[in-house]
């Protein structure tokens, strides 16, 4: 019978993945508490675009690589044009991994976006996943992948947080990220990053991540407004980012009813704070805050639905 132990196990079986782990790390109800190996289950299968993105019980985010690759550790040959090939397929995994890390943010389980540095060999064994390695350049990011097994092998993993499968449920369509995407491509990315910049006080990042949804989102209304005129010659001057810029944009979006007063209001508090920041080097946890509720009540805009209110934490424990 298959234990966590037979991940580390060299006649073991394993199908080859690659992985990360949402961070700060979680554990999905449903584990049993003298099991470590019930952790690595595979609970969930998420499709963005082809790339089937699989979720396990300790918030691990995998992917099956193309058969056609060959595994450096087991094949006598080795295919040159493997590393570029393999690079693609591993970019394409992180971007589809942040749509699905976005979709858990705006859900209030927040984690940290990937980078290509967070992603490592994983092994997948029946229905169960781990990564069990993990490399680096100069420095090395461990606690996005082999640090899963220390916590599991050490019995730590139980002091992570724990979320019900009812969450999971909920985030499992990727409705809202995908939405997202529709606006600009890369906005899921920046949505997670101002979630967990806020989270963690890194307040001057938390401001500019959120100011890019939000100036991205006006962008993307100024544009629908803009098709509708029938006056070609129009359009292409409107278009002109140097004479209507975000603050004329919000102004004008304003005024034709496109957007609500509410929403202007805190636009246009957000694009001063950030200015603030980028030429007087000017920031508050108050600055960063605006911009949050802005990028907020933008996305709400776009998405038609409610989602979780950024959160950080302030208070003494010493």
Known sequence: MASINSFFKSDVEKELLIGTYLFPYVLFTGYH??????????????????????????GGLFSKPLEEFTDILVSETFLENDIELKLHFEDKFVRCANVV??????????SEPI?????????????????T?????????HHRTLYASYQLVNQLWLFNRIVSMEKLSQVANVEY?????????????????????YSTQNISEALLDSWIVVEQIIDYLW???VKKLSDSQRRKRLRDTRTYSSAVRVEILFLDEEISEQEYDIFQKARKRRNEL??????????ATEGMVAMKLAIE??????IADPATARGISW
């Open 133 to 141: 390695s993990g490399g680096g350049g100069r420095e090395t990011y």
């Open 223 to 225: 544009g629908k407004l």
């Open 33 to 58: 508490h003298d099991n470590p190996y019930s952790a690595t289950e595979i609970i969930a299968e998420i499709v963005i675009d082809d790339q089937k993105i699989l979720v396990t019980r300790n």
């Open 177 to 197: 990220s995908s939405q997202l995407q529709k606006v600009s491509k890369n906005l899921p990315e920046f949505v997670a990053s101002a979630y967990y910049n």
């Open 278 to 287: 980028a030429h007087r080097a000017h920031i508050s946890l108050d600055y």
């Open 101 to 110: 890390i976005c979709e858990f943010c705006l859900a209030g389980i927040v």
């Open 115 to 131: 980078t290509q540095v967070h992603v490592s060999r994983a092994g997948l064994i029946d229905n169960h996943a781990l990564i």
């Open 301 to 306: 805009h776009i998405i038609q639905s409610e």
